[in-house]
Every structure is written in structure tokens, then in C-alpha cells.
């Protein structure tokens, strides 16, 4: 069972456009992060986003906790080429420490 | 800081052998770690969770005696495949817990072949 349904799954766009990467849950996080991965390197953490309703902002990345904290989203404006690469979603339980990752979102951006 | 190392980047062993991949935390300490699985454009599947002094937690449908985890001190992590086959063969990811419950930083990925 998934968890954490993360979609697209695959998103392949002109350098310029907008897009958004969703990730859904009937599970309530304590917090939820996203991450980016380069083939053969490791995730590195974009955001943490721990409020419900919360709304962080990373240059052209915007990243929202849903009010209930079972979703969130990632917004990308204006892609460039250099955004390319996996963004993973992780869902953090607050009893086990552990992360549920989504499927992930392949993202290529061509210029 | 919050840097997480892993040894070696990658490996390529023969069949029913065993390779051991390190994980360190570079300038934290980590009463937690944790080792994940990576196969080519999927997701990470946590393997284990990893405790400093006790013995590791695995997921279920890990087998215990075929991923061997330690976790010896702080600031090392040690997950051993014994006696790999080609099936086993992925990409291997550490991360340590860091001060935040819920923040995992990440290591580099170990690559293992086997042939």
C-alpha cells in the first residue's frame, strides 16, 4: 500500500513553463519534506513544511502543507533546464522518526 | 554541516560474496540512522532502521540475516550484504536523523553489482 500517492510520476516540459508536482495522503504527517536527486547521488532536502496551511518559497520553488497536513504540493515557476532531475516527497510520522516516500516525479526540462 | 559520507560510492563483487557499505555522519552525532534501497527511476524503499547500540529494526520483507546492519558508535553505520546474488544488486542510501525528529540528511548512495 502507498502511502503517499506522488503525481505526475514522469513530466517532461519547455524551459519557461510552470508546473506542479502534488503528493496525497488520507494519513495526517507531522511534517512533510522534498527532495531533489541527481542519478547516482544521494536526496538532498529542498523543504520541510511542519504547519498546516504553511507556504515556503525557494526562489522559483513554492511548496505548500495542505490545512490538515495530508498533502502538500511543489510549484515550479519559469523551469529551467537545470531543474531537472527526481523530487521526491516524504512524509515524517512523529512516533517512528521515519520518512514514507512517494513514488516520485521525473522531471526533465528541456531548453 | 549536517553532512552524511558513505563508503565505497561504488562496488561490483561476485556472487556469494559479501560487501560491507559504511555510512558515516561527518560533524553529528546520529542515534539514528537508516538504509534504503533504490532501483533505476523508482523511489527509496526503507531497508532498516538503524539504532546506535541496539540491534538495527528492519521493514518488513528485509531479511535480517542477508542485510546485516551495526551501528557501532555515533557516527558510523555499517550495512552488510552477505552472500549477494545479482538481485541484489541496487543502489544503497544511508541517512542520519538529525536534530529535528523528522529530518533525515542523506548520504551519497553506494552502487552495488553483483556479477
Known amino acids: 500500500t502507498q502511502l503517499l500517492e506522488q503525481s505526475p510520476q514522469f513530466l517532461s516540459i519547455q524551459e519557461g513553463e510552470n508546473l506542479t508536482v502534488y503528493c496525497n495522503s488520507s494519513?495526517?504527517?507531522?511534517?512533510l519534506q522534498w527532495y531533489r536527486q541527481e542519478p547516482g547521488e544521494g536526496p538532498v532536502l529542498l523543504v520541510t513544511?511542519?504547519?498546516?496551511?504553511e507556504v515556503k518559497k525557494l526562489k522559483r520553488l513554492t511548496f505548500q502543507f495542505g490545512d490538515a497536513r495530508k498533502d502538500s504540493s511543489l510549484h515550479i515557476t519559469a523551469a529551467q533546464p537545470g531543474d531537472t532531475g527526481l523530487y521526491l516527497c516524504?512524509?515524517?510520522?512523529?512516533?517512528?522518526?521515519?520518512?514514507?516516500f512517494g513514488q516520485g516525479t521525473t522531471l526533465q526540462v528541456k531548453p | 554541516g549536517a553532512v552524511v559520507s558513505q563508503h565505497p560510492s561504488w562496488v561490483i563483487c561476485k556472487s556469494g560474496t559479501s560487501v560491507k557499505i559504511e555510512c558515516r555522519s561527518l560533524?553529528?552525532?546520529?542515534?539514528?540512522m537508516f538504509w534504503y534501497r533504490q532501483f533505476p527511476k523508482q523511489s527509496l524503499m526503507l531497508m532498516a532502521t538503524?539504532?546506535?547500540?541496539?540491534?538495527?529494526?528492519?521493514e518488513q520483507g528485509v531479511e535480517k540475516d542477508k542485510f546485516l546492519i551495526n551501528h557501532a558508535s555515533l557516527t558510523l553505520s555499517t550495512l552488510t550484504v552477505t552472500s549477494a546474488h545479482p538481485e541484489d544488486s541496487s543502489f544503497y542510501i544511508c541517512?542520519?536523523?538529525?536534530?529535528?525528529?523528522?529530518?533525515?540528511?542523506f548520504g551519497p548512495g553506494t552502487r552495488l553489482t553483483v556479477l
Open positions: 516524504a512524509g515524517a510520522r512523529s512516533n517512528t522518526g521515519k520518512l514514507i
Open positions: 513544511v511542519v504547519t498546516g496551511g
Open positions: 494519513s495526517v504527517f507531522s511534517s
Open positions: 538503524s539504532n546506535e547500540g541496539s540491534k538495527a529494526t528492519y
Open positions: 560533524d553529528f552525532q546520529a542515534t539514528t
Open positions: 541517512s542520519a536523523r538529525g536534530q529535528t525528529r523528522d529530518t533525515q540528511y
